[in-house]
């Protein structure tokens, strides 16, 4: 049994009282909108090279404590270091113990790419045995298969993948995009990403899958052309690497980028049409695939 303390706060303290509250002996610390649900709910995206956003100025702190911890004084503790003058109105709820594993498989089915392409966790059977089934569990790498730029990046690849052509994932994360490229028939496949354990990560999946793919860090040089290069990244390091993924696509090869917003896709043609012209191929709940084909 545990103990979830919520408390109010607001931006400028939200995260002092989180850190506070971790020292005081919670085992876990979050932050919600404490107005999410609301009009006034404010969601929040980040992009390398942006300035982080604030905290929400109405913000819950979630803290879950051992349920014979001292929470009361644990709390005047917190409250104190972070500079209320009294503790802050909060409400208590018990935590059941349950089979967290058995919950968090719960939570993640087999993911329908197209009639052909599934992605099935371990714990599952394939709902379709004779369709290309990829073995994927959650982990630290991006890329279950469940986000829409991930979906739509997936779609792209068993529309104009061909036997033998040639395939570069770059950011490959969990290396999704890279298995389904060699489950699908490619030849050479090659997966980068800037994350040493993302490639790890994406290692360990290829060789569940038992494809080859050659994987390596972006800081290591590659210089060679592909077929086709597929890259679910943001619009920011998308525009920064314009001329680097470009030369990576050799002449009439294709290129497809995800991990755009229906809002950002004009900055990153933009950015991309010395090289490919590049259009808008897919939509998904606000996302986009832009794809163009190399002169």
């Keep these: 049994m545990w103990i979830n303390v919520t408390i109010l706060a607001d931006a ?6 989180s850190d506070a509250l971790m020292d005081e002996g919670a ?8 107005d999410a649900g609301t009009d006034a709910e404010r969601p929040q995206f980040g992009e390398p090279g942006m300035a982080p956003a604030s905290l929400w100025d109405h913000s819950r702190v979630l803290a879950l404590f051992d349920k014979n911890a001292d929470i009361t004084s644990a709390l005047a503790r917190a409250s104190g270091a972070v500079g209320f003058e009294q503790v802050p109105s909060f409400t208590l709820e018990d935590v059941a113990e349950q089979n967290w ?11 329908r790419i197209t009639d052909r392409l599934w992605i099935v966790p371990s714990w599952h059977e394939a709902p379709n045995p004779d369709a290309i089934n ?43 995009l890279a298995i389904a490229a060699s489950r699908l028939g490619a030849g050479r496949v090659a997966g980068v990403d800037i994350d040493e354990k993302a490639v790890d990560a994406a290692r360990d999946n290829a060789e569940r899958n038992q494809v080859n793919i050659e994987l390596q860090i972006s800081a290591k040089p590659l210089t060679d052309q592909f077929d086709l290069v ?23 090869g294709q290129l497809a980028l995800s991990g755009v917003l229906d809002t950002q ?5 933009d ?25």
């Design 134 to 176: 990829i073995a994927l569990d959650p982990g630290m790498a991006f890329g279950t298969g469940s986000h829409p730029t991930t979906q739509l990046c997936l779609e792209w690849l068993e529309a104009v993948v061909t036997p033998g052509a040639t395939v570069l994932d770059y950011g490959c994360g969990s290396g999704i």
């Design 27 to 34: 085992l876990s610390v979050s932050i919600e909108d404490a």
């Design 230 to 252: 597929v890259a679910n990244i943001l619009t920011n390091p998308l525009c920064v690497l314009a001329p680097a993924l470009c030369a990576h696509v050799a002449p009439g």
């Design 12 to 17: 400028n303290r939200a995260e002092q009282l």
């Design 271 to 295: 950015a991309y049409a010395p090289w490919i012209a590049l259009k808008v191929g897919k939509t998904h709940d606000g996302w986009a695939r832009l794809e163009g084909t190399k002169p």
């Design 101 to 111: 594993v058995q919950l968090t498989q719960s939570q993640f089915d087999p993911i």
């Design 265 to 269: 896709t004009q900055q990153v043609i």
